[in-house]
Structure formats: C-alpha cells, structure tokens
C-alpha cells in the first residue's frame, strides 16, 4: 500500500484556477500536494510566445499562487524542459502521482509521453484529467466509423445530448511539503515587448467577475445581441478559456439558458476535436482548395495595410485597430477581416492566422486554426466559396457607425452610416480626413477569389 503521506503534483498548463479543476481537486483528496507550473522553453522561444499572451499568462499565475496561498498551499515555479522538471520535484518529494490537464495537440500528447517515461522509474503515476479544458473532450463524440466529427451541426446534436459532471468545488484547504517556490514570472520574464494599451487584467480572479458580470448584464439578450459590433455584449471570456482561468464546464452550466452562447462554447470543443484529429491541419489545408495565394510585393503591400487598419475600408480597419488596441476582436469583426484578407485580397489564411497569434489573448492553436480555416474555405464549411461584401456587413451589425468611429477616430466626425462609405462624401470633406481610399474594390476581389476557384 502506498504511503498516504506521500504528496500528489499538480502539474497545472492551460488550467489556471482552482474552480472546477479536475487535477486539483483529485490530488488534493489524496493527501498534501504540490502545485507545479513549469515555464518550457520550447513555448517561451516558439512562434506562439508573444508580450500579449505573456503579460496575460504572468497575471494568471500570480492570481494562481493567491489562490492557493489562501488555501494553505503556494505555486512551485520552475523553467526547464517539462518532463525533467517534473521528475526532479517528483523525485525530490517522494511524490506517487502527477496529476494534469488532457489537452488536443500534438505538442500536448508528446508531452504527456515524455512525462510519464520520466515517472516510470520513479514508481510516480500519471493522472490525465481529459475532462479539465473541455465541456466534452476530443474524441468522446464520434461518427460511425470515424474518430472525430468534421461537420459541426450533428456534432453540435451528439455534443447537447452527452452527461456531464457537476463542477467541482475549490478546496477549502491544501497542505504542501516544504521546498524551493520559485518565482512567480513577471510578464517580461516570459515575453519581452510592448504590449496592447487596452489589455485585459488576466486570471480566475477578474475571468470570473467578468463572467458573473455578463451573466447578469447580457445573458438573456445574447442570442439576439451577441453581433451588435457597437453594442459589445459578447462575454470577451475567451482569453480566460484559452488560459483556463475559467472552467469550460461550469460556464456552459451556469449560462445554460442562454443557448446561443452555450453553442459557441460548442464550437470551441468542435474545433479541438478535429485538431486532435488531424494536427498538421495548424499549417495545412484540412481540405484542400489547391489554392494559389497571391505573393510577391504587391501582395506583402496589402498585407501590412491590412494589419496596420489601413485598407480604407472602415469595418475592417476598426476590427484591426481594436485588435492592435486590446488584443480581442470582437467575434462578427474577425469573420469579416478574415474573410477581406483571404478572398478579397486572396492571401493566404496562414498570414492572417499568424498575425492574430501574435497579438490575440486568446490566441489558440485549434480555434485560431480552424476558424481561419473555415474562413477561408478550406476547413470545415461546407459552403467553401461563400463571400461577404464588407459594406453589407457594416450596415447590419453597426448600422450607426458607432463600432467604427470607436476605433477610426479619423472618421469621429462622420455622422450615421455615411461612416462605412467615406469615399462617397462629398470632395471637400474627404480631403480633411486623414483617412486613404479603399485599397481595393470588394467586388472585384471577391470576383478573383471564386475565378481562383473555378466558380466564376
């Protein structure tokens, strides 16, 4: 029998709480345990590493360690490679189990292997709590046949229908064998670089309040609001989701009336079951197109006015603004920049895909990926040549320009919707603005695309 004194470790990853945490709440029923966080290098030196996502990852961590402190425990800080980290503390406390969070990439499932090679002499078992990220973890809802689901309407059906656990409550108190902390990062210590002006403060402390906040505010009206651009009452907890400030499960179980968002919640678990499916599609077509993106000067031209809110195309350049401004974008607004770069400007989705990485709080692999991907009609909508005119898009869901004079402060003083269309003012207003004319016609983009597709 195994010594009930020996601790438990909590490797914590993308599931900063202690709210409804799986990996927590078994280790800690077991006796004392060790909270663990291991900064990697091979995440702080990659491409998915950016000040934003820093500063927001080095708030959670400290409200982390709050949190725990409070509970009688602390978080233990270490850099390394991850498995050896683990086996070292492991080692060092004596401890039976690693507990941890199941996650859907590559990255995550050769972790989980290195990890429990490097337990295994150490006699130290490995916990992988599949249900911590996810309200239905990859895999668990399948077709016939098949391991994942590639349409999400009948997953969306199977997904609604399946059990789930009652959240966990946190616990009351934790008690930890006495070693080395470490220190909590700051933000420059896991990303150096300015950061967006308008962040949002990161951690389970403020995703919570800002949950409870819209539960109250917007719940009820969400399904007729949530594309209001101007009026904003999306939940903007998708950065706390990405980081785990915020348990998936207990959001969907508190805001389960409110079906419209429940189904975007869906969709997050959609877009992890297929990249747990299919990882190579984070740099490949899920479905091919055979497309042939445009390169070359003019193309790297259109590119950085698109990422600077340049375009002269006042939606557009508003989304863009608000996402170098706050690190979020507003849901409706990245369905239109997207869809602006890869087929009006037809560049190609990885471009676009990358530039949000490098500034989006919730920034995420699969969801980044794939809703890039079904953007561009080479993911998983079956509708793959559908193409949206900007200008119809901003009349419906910011039919007062309010959204735009928000961000374009060079048009504050276009009143009403004439703002969405300031190249039809007349000459002597336009040229007070400092605002360029439309770098293309969306018409005839749009047109190029679908003969790019052989559907023109």
């Given amino acids: 029998m195994s010594d009930q004194t020996a601790p438990s470790i909590v490797l914590f990853t993308r599931d900063l709480r202690v709210h409804d945490n799986p990996a927590l709440h078994a280790a800690a029923g077991d006796g004392p345990v060790v909270p663990l966080f291991v900064l990697d290098p091979k995440i702080l030196d990659g491409s998915y590493n950016r000040p934003n996502r820093g500063r927001f990852l080095a708030e959670s ?3 982390l360690a709050s949190s725990l402190e409070k509970r009688g425990a602390g978080l233990v800080i270490r850099r390394g490679e991850v498995a050896s980290e683990v086996a070292k503390v492991a ?13 859907a990439s590559a990255f995550a499932h050769r972790r989980e292997d290195a990890l429990r090679e490097a337990l295994e002499p150490l006699d130290c078992d490995l916990h992988v709590h599949d249900d911590s990220l996810f309200v239905v973890p990859p895999g668990q809802v399948t077709a016939v046949g ?6 999400f309407t009948p997953y969306h059906r199977k997904w609604s229908k399946e059990p789930r656990r009652a959240p966990l409550a946190p616990p009351r108190k934790l008690s930890m064998p006495e070693l080395p902390m470490g220190k909590v990062p700051t933000s420059s210590s896991i990303s ?17 309040k800002l949950f409870s906040d819209w539960l109250d505010r917007h719940a009820e009206d969400y399904e007729d609001g949530h594309d209001d651009l101007a009026g904003d009452r999306t939940s903007r907890i998708s ?5 785990g400030c915020l348990s998936p499960l207990e959001v969907v179980t508190q805001a389960a009336p409110a079906e419209g968002f429940v189904r975007q919640v869906a969709w997050r678990d959609f877009h992890h079951q297929v990249l747990a499916a299919h990882p190579s599609s984070t740099r490949q077509d899920f479905r091919t197109r055979h497309d042939r993106w445009r390169t070359g000067a003019d193309a790297q031209r259109e590119f950085e006015k698109w990422k600077d809110g340049r375009t002269g195309w006042p939606l557009v350049d508003a989304a863009m603004r608000q996402l170098l401004d706050e690190g979020w974008m507003h849901n409706r607004a990245r369905l239109v920049v ?7 400007l037809y560049l190609d989705w990885r471009w676009g895909a990358q530039h949000f990485i490098d500034h989006l709080l919730d920034g995420d692999t ?23 005119d900007v200008t119809t898009q901003a009349l419906r869901y910011d039919s007062q320009g309010n959204y735009v004079r928000r961000y374009v402060p060079e048009l504050s003083e276009v009143g009403g919707p004439k703002v969405h269309t300031p190249w039809k003012l007349p000459a002597d207003v336009r040229k007070h603005l400092d605002y360029p004319e439309p770098m293309v016609d969306v018409r005839e983009g749009n047109d190029r695309f679908l003969a790019a597709r052989g559907k023109k």
């Fill in 239 to 243: 950065p706390y989701l990405h980081f």
């Fill in 366 to 388: 699969a969801n980044n990926t794939m809703n890039w991907q079904w953007v561009a009609g080479t993911g998983t909508d079956s509708r793959f040549n559908r193409v949206l």
């Fill in 192 to 208: 150096q670089g300015p950061t967006a002006p308008s962040l949002a403060r990161g951690g389970e402390s403020a995703g919570r």
């Fill in 146 to 151: 098949k391991n994942h689901m590639a349409v």
């Fill in 338 to 344: 997207g869809h602006f770069l890869t087929k009006t």
């Fill in 91 to 103: 080692k060092s406390v004596k401890a039976r189990a690693v507990h941890m969070a199941g996650d």
């Fill in 61 to 63: 961590l400290a409200d």
